[in-house]
């Protein structure tokens, strides 16, 4: 495919106040190796704490992940995504002073609508559970009412949190914050294991892991002279981060209306088993590891760099940014969805500590882990891409794309998942990301000429082969212990898994791609 002449932005980013001379950048291959290894001691730990979970009785277990689901619907829009999406293209313009004026201001909004927002979930609690759950419903209403109630103060705690890691990302200081989940799980884990066996204690560990990952972000913010007062004032460019903001709500909106469709599903006993609830919990453990390793972790240490280039109007440096991301996440992604597909019931087999397993929890986990690994591509190209549009501003191509996609895959989950049963989710999911993958390149050609051909000859080789090592790990799978208790489990991915891992290594030796002589020195250091 012909690659256009680039052409300017027809509609470059506002200016604030003329921003400093930058300080020296730092090297995006060692932001991108901290945020990596925070992420990997992230998901680790996370699975440690799924682990835990899985412990407790599964009806217990099912109330609380459609708990946590409601202030995991909010935390998108009130934290994180706000954040990261809409401040700090916009705070990456400012100078010195104004920088730290509008984060008290920012903060202080967020920690005002948090509270409302906090209080009205306690108060409307059994509404909220009943619209998250089937009328014919698999999971205990007044137990989901009763830890939802407890569990809402940790929407605060993850949007101070989220503002914490903001401010720093900002900057590029990557190491607090992208260690800062780790204590999460290890407060969580700790609390787990030290306190009594119940649901409120349950919903507590969730409330102490969500204070420590606050808490051990503080000092950091203090050394680096970043630490805000929340305040309720105004500054200039408070407007234009809201103003990002509003498009958003559209993307993140149709994510929870997606969100809620799905909870229903899960909870209609007609449909599904008591256990499928938290076997989708335990298969969105592992696919947020794999997704947050090696796609979200990449391009999380990008995104300032994409946003220091758009103020700039650096438009080659910022092509050669996207061609850099699209490579790194989809070379890496690639071999984790084949042998997530391949591999997927031993995967799931990590969170059965005892051999009295639940099969339906482990049959549900299993199948739709499997569709998801097969999005795990498509949704890297999206997520490289949004970020993109969002270090623009372009905000509201991009969360049209979004919303657009979420509709239709909730319509795909109605049609497909009746006749595919767990795997229709994963199925659902990748053609959904296709198709806005493909929405957002030929937006990115129009404004700025997407470079086609360097990307499609890199996928046309990782691709292969990762379907090559898939089916290694396969086949290498077929000799082992059938999977189901945690022992076959760890056999399973270190046997099978890793013959298939050496396999793409292999094949992207033997194909010179770049990225494999990183992987390698790093592997002999």
């Known amino acids: 495919m012909t690659v256009p002449p680039a052409a300017p932005d027809p509609s470059p980013p506002p200016q604030g106040p003329a921003a400093p001379a930058p300080a020296p950048q730092r090297s995006l291959r060692v932001n991108t190796l901290i945020v990596m290894a925070g992420t990997l001691g992230s998901r680790l730990s996370g699975i440690v704490r799924q682990q ?22 909010l935390r998108e829009l009130l934290a994180e995504g706000a954040l990261v999406n809409s401040f700090i293209p916009v705070y990456k313009t400012l100078n010195g002073a104004d920088r730290k004026r509008l984060a008290q201001a920012f903060s202080g909004v967020l920690v005002a609508v948090n509270l409302l927002v906090m209080a009205l979930g306690i108060f409307a609690a059994p509404w909220i559970v009943n619209l998250l759950t089937a009328a014919n419903s698999n999971v205990d209403p007044a137990l989901a009412t009763y830890l939802t109630r407890l569990v809402m103060p940790f929407l605060m ?47 507590f560990g969730w409330l102490i892991g ?27 460019a408070l407007g234009r981060v809201l103003r990002q903001m509003a498009p958003f709500t559209l993307t993140a909106g149709a994510r929870q209306v997606l969100n809620v469709y799905v909870t229903r ?16 919990a335990n298969a969105e453990a592992l696919f947020t590891m794999a997704n947050g390793l090696f796609v979200v972790s990449p391009v999380l240490a990008l995104f300032p760099r994409f ?8 438009w080659r ?3 050669a940014l996207t061609v850099q991301g699209l490579r790194t996440t989809t070379f890496f992604a690639a071999p984790m969805s084949a042998l997530l597909v391949a591999l997927a019931p031993y995967a799931v087999s990590l969170f059965n500590l005892s051999r009295s397993y639940e099969a339906t929890k482990f ?9 998801w690994a097969l999005a795990l591509v498509p949704w890297a190209v999206v997520t490289v891409l949004l970020r993109t549009f969002y270090a623009r501003e372009r905000t509201r191509e991009a969360v049209a794309v979004s919303a657009a996609g979420f509709v239709l895959e909730v319509g795909l989950y109605h049609a497909l998942v009746p006749r595919l049963g767990f795997l229709g989710f994963g199925v659902s999911t990748a053609v959904s990301g296709v198709l806005m993958a493909g929405a957002l390149i030929l937006m990115y050609r129009r404004a700025l000429g997407f470079p086609s051909r360097e990307v499609a000859g890199h996928l046309g080789r990782v691709v292969p082969l990762a379907a090559a090592a898939g ?44 990225e494999v002589a990183g992987v390698l020195r790093r592997l002999g250091r």
């Open 317 to 319: 440096a910022f092509r």
């Open 265 to 280: 599903l899960l909870t209609n006993s007609s449909q599904f088993p008591v256990g499928t609830q938290t076997g989708y």
């Open 157 to 203: 705690l993850i949007s101070l949190s989220a503002v914490a890691m903001g401010l720093l990302n900002a900057d590029e200081h990557f190491k607090e914050s992208s260690f800062a989940p780790v204590a999460f799980n290890l407060a969580s884990i700790a609390a787990l294991l030290l306190l009594p066996n119940t649901a409120t204690w349950l919903a």
């Open 307 to 314: 946003s220091q280039h758009a103020a700039d109007r650096d």
């Open 52 to 73: 835990m979970v899985n412990l407790f009785d599964t009806s217990l277990t099912d109330a609380f992940a459609v708990a946590v689901r409601v202030p995991n619907l």
């Open 363 to 371: 049959q549900a986990g299993a199948g739709i882990l499997t569709g």
């Open 210 to 236: 969500g204070a420590a990952q606050l808490v051990v972000q503080l000092p950091a913010l203090a050394r680096f002279g970043l630490l805000p007062t929340p305040a309720l004032r105004r500054h200039p």
């Open 471 to 514: 089916l290694v790990a396969w086949g290498v799978s077929l000799a082992l212990p059938k999977p189901g208790f945690i022992v076959p489990g760890v056999l399973g991915l270190a046997l099978a898994g890793g013959a298939g891992l050496a396999a793409y290594l292999a094949g992207a030796l033997a194909l010179r791609l770049p």
